[in-house]
Antibody, heavy 117, light 107 residues
Framework: QIQLQQSGPGLVKPSQTLSLTCAIS??????????WNWIRQSPSRGLEWLGR?????????DYAVSVKSRITINPDTSNNQFSLQLNSVTPEDTAVYYC???????WGQGTTVTVSS | SYELTQPPSVSVSPGQTARITCSGD??????AYWHQQKSGQAPVMVIY???KRPSGIPERFSGSSSGTMATLSISGAQVEDEADYYC??????????FGGGTKLTVL
């Protein structure tokens, strides 16, 4: 069955870059029918969709307006995974970060990321 | 900006039917998805494409959509169904977003 395994640091300093990876097993990041999403959750903002990458004969990305100037989501076909980079983080970016397939039929385990010096 | 609106809380007694609503202007043309989240856990999809139930989800969970409102119903709610429930859909451009979530209390 499909599984998503997240990895990355739980502590990031203000102004630095948050980087997380989501490894896929049981499906392909290059699937023509799936989209691969990053979502975060904080008490103040609830569940917030951040962005996605997907392949439909070419690669596409969509990003939430709230983070569009700071976010990059990249597929890694060699390792069947995808990544999140969020630049210039502030304490407001402290949250649990999840990766998910499509509209959430499969979720990663979640990574608590704290932005603090 | 586009929003999906849910009631903050719903409370029912065990065995009653719980109904959680989600309103949004794009819902007549966009599917709604529902996720259950228990404390400290990742969300779990309980309804997709308005009314379909994923494998392994109990039959007491059902979904419907009419006009600008989607509804998640839990028939014969059980104490174990206490959780936060989130609707998930897209705006008219296809960009996903979540509702604010509804805390279901069964007692």
């Amino acid at each position: 069955q499909i599984q998503l395994q997240q990895s990355g640091p739980g502590l990031v300093k203000p102004s630095q870059t948050l980087s997380l990876t989501c490894a896929i097993s049981g499906d392909s990041v290059s699937s023509n029918s799936a989209a691969w999403n990053w979502i975060r959750q904080s008490p103040s903002r609830g569940l917030e969709w951040l962005g996605r990458t997907y392949y439909r004969s070419q690669w596409y990305n969509d990003y939430a307006v709230s983070v569009k100037s700071r976010i990059t989501i990249n597929p890694d076909t060699s390792n069947n995974q995808f990544s999140l980079q969020l630049n210039s983080v502030t304490p407001e970016d402290t949250a649990v970060y999840y990766c998910a397939r499509g509209y959430g039929d499969v979720w990663g385990q979640g990574t608590t990321v704290t932005v603090s010096s | 900006s586009y929003e999906l609106t849910q009631p903050p809380s719903v409370s029912v007694s065990p065995g009653q039917t719980a109904r959680i609503t989600c309103s949004g202007d794009a819902l007549p043309k966009k599917y709604a998805y529902w996720h259950q989240q228990k404390s400290g856990q990742a969300p779990v999809m309980v309804i997709y494409e308005d009314s379909k139930r994923p494998s392994g989800i109990p039959e007491r969970f059902s979904g419907s959509s009419s006009g600008t409102m989607a509804t998640l119903s839990i028939s014969g709610a059980q104490v174990e169904d206490e959780a936060d429930y989130y609707c998930y859909s897209t705006d008219s451009s296809g960009i996903p977003l979540f509702g604010g979530g509804t805390k279901l209390t069964v007692l």
